[in-house]
T-cell receptor
Framework: KQEVTQIPAALSVPEGENLVLNCSFT??????LQWFRQDPGKGLTSLLLIQSSQREQTSGRLNASLDKSSGRSTLYIAASQPGDSATYLCAVMGHFGNEKLTFGTGTRLTIIP | DTGVSQNPRHKITKRGQNVTFRCDPI?????LYWYRQTLGQGPEFLTY????????KSRLLSDRFSAERPKGSFSTLEIQRTEQGDSAMYLC????????????FGSGTRLTVV
């Protein structure tokens, strides 16, 4: 059974700092990995999607990396802003026949102005 | 198309009542998923459809839960005889199958059972 772990559970950093969020998964037989953002009481917004054959994806100040063999992904946020405050979730999708997302419990990020 | 739409946004119900939620996916997406998220946890898979066919159901989906997707468009999730443990955010998502594309989630329906 796939298990996804995110560390740390919560993180507070001053505005302007760069930061890294971590995600690990137990079964490396994934189809893709997706990072989401969730604001309090809201749904999920997709940030980055990395296919299993890719090593990283970038969007603006966000960069996600994937090391499938070691079961790890990181989300790097550059020059953090107060608007980045949210919960960040990573999720992995299995291969054909197991096509659902398995989520971690998230990292709650607070950017201090 | 403005994305995945879920209604209602919030639902408060008394224990023992039945509730029904609706999800309208992105029109060209033939895959539709339901997830449940409790406070402080990540979303957990409940069930998914390809067109009108329900392809998988989680063991979390007890006999009190039923999901349908008639005509392969919108979907409904019904919970019968609600219990306090059913209080959660119910999230719907849609996608295209096996194109490598990700999920698009709706804003969710927050259920509170009192």
């Amino acid at each position: 059974k796939q298990e996804v772990t995110q560390i740390p559970a919560a993180l507070s950093v001053p505005e302007g700092e760069n930061l890294v969020l971590n995600c690990s998964f137990t079964d490396s037989a994934i189809y893709n990995l997706q990072w989401f953002r969730q604001d309090p009481g809201k749904g999920l917004t997709s940030l980055l999607l990395i296919q299993s054959s890719q090593r990283e994806q970038t969007s603006g100040r966000l960069n996600a990396s994937l090391d499938k063999s070691s079961g790890r992904s990181t989300l790097y946020i550059a020059a953090s802003q107060p608007g980045d405050s949210a919960t960040y979730l990573c999720a992995v999708m299995g291969h054909f026949g197991n096509e659902k997302l398995t989520f971690g419990t998230g990292t709650r990020l607070t950017i201090i102005p | 198309d403005t994305g995945v739409s879920q209604n209602p946004r919030h639902k408060i119900t008394k224990r023992g009542q039945n509730v029904t939620f609706r999800c309208d996916p992105i029109s060209e997406h033939n895959r539709l998923y339901w997830y449940r998220q409790t406070l402080g946890q990540g979303p957990e898979f409940l069930t998914y459809f390809q067109n009108e066919a329900q392809l998988e159901k989680s063991r979390l989906l007890s006999d009190r839960f039923s999901a349908e997707r008639p005509k392969g468009s919108f979907s409904t999730l019904e919970i019968q005889r609600t219990e306090q443990g059913d209080s959660a955010m119910y999230l719907c998502a849609s996608s295209l199958p096996w194109t490598g594309g990700g999920y698009t989630f709706g804003s969710g329906t927050r259920l509170t059972v009192v």
